[in-house]
């Protein structure tokens, strides 16, 4: 059984985890820049990556399911949104010892948006990212602009309807350039 203070300390960390949890619009705050190895061992940097447009990151490990439900979505979005600069990566936190997974998991289900390896958490330390998956929207600004954390089948529409408004507009001023 569990005494008062520990009690008291489970729930403040669970509202914690609640309120990191809650999905924010707007502007949040500043994306920490990072470099981390993809897959195929090249360097990649965030700053590079906003050069080209908005990136989506998403924290996630081999071993939750959560994570892994949301990949067919963020494949969707990568598909439907790459040729407009829109980058998606996933940053797998797997620890040293289950890294051998990421690769083989990522070409078998035929993924082809950017992965890359945060094997020690220090990217998903400076992104608040203690429970995953943990969705990140930023700007080619660097502000982060959208969080989620967990799954959700809405998670999709939230993440797509705050990436839209990055987007460049039609000349008639009717919604984004995607079709």
């Known amino acids: 059984m569990l005494s008062s ?3 008291i300390h489970l729930i403040g960390l669970l509202l914690l985890a609640l309120t990191l949890g809650a999905v924010a619009t707007g502007k949040e705050s500043r994306a920490p820049d990072f470099a981390l190895p993809n897959i195929d061992g090249r ?5 590079e990556l906003l050069a080209h447009g908005p990136v ?3 924290f996630w490990a081999t071993w939750c399911k959560p994570c892994i439900k949301g990949f067919p979505a963020l494949q969707q979005i990568h598909d439907k949104y790459k040729e407009l600069g829109v980058t ?6 797997d ?4 890294r051998s997974r990421v690769s083989p998991f990522i070409k078998s289900q035929k993924y ?4 890359l390896l945060d094997t020690e958490g220090k990217v998903a330390q400076k992104y608040s990212a203690v429970s995953i998956p943990r969705t990140v929207l930023i700007s080619t600004q660097g502000d982060i602009v959208y969080t989620s954390v967990g799954y959700r089948p809405t998670n999709e529409e939230q993440l797509e309807e705050a990436l839209q408004a990055l987007l460049p ?3 008639s001023g009717e919604g984004p350039v995607v079709d």
Do not use: Q, W
């Open 88 to 93: 998606v990566v996933a940053i797998s936190v």
């Open 43 to 47: 360097d990649v940097k965030l700053a």
């Open 169 to 171: 507009k039609k000349a």
């Open 112 to 115: 082809t948006f950017e992965v």
């Open 5 to 7: 203070l520990k009690r």
């Open 56 to 58: 989506v990151i998403d």
């Open 95 to 98: 620890s040293p010892k289950s």
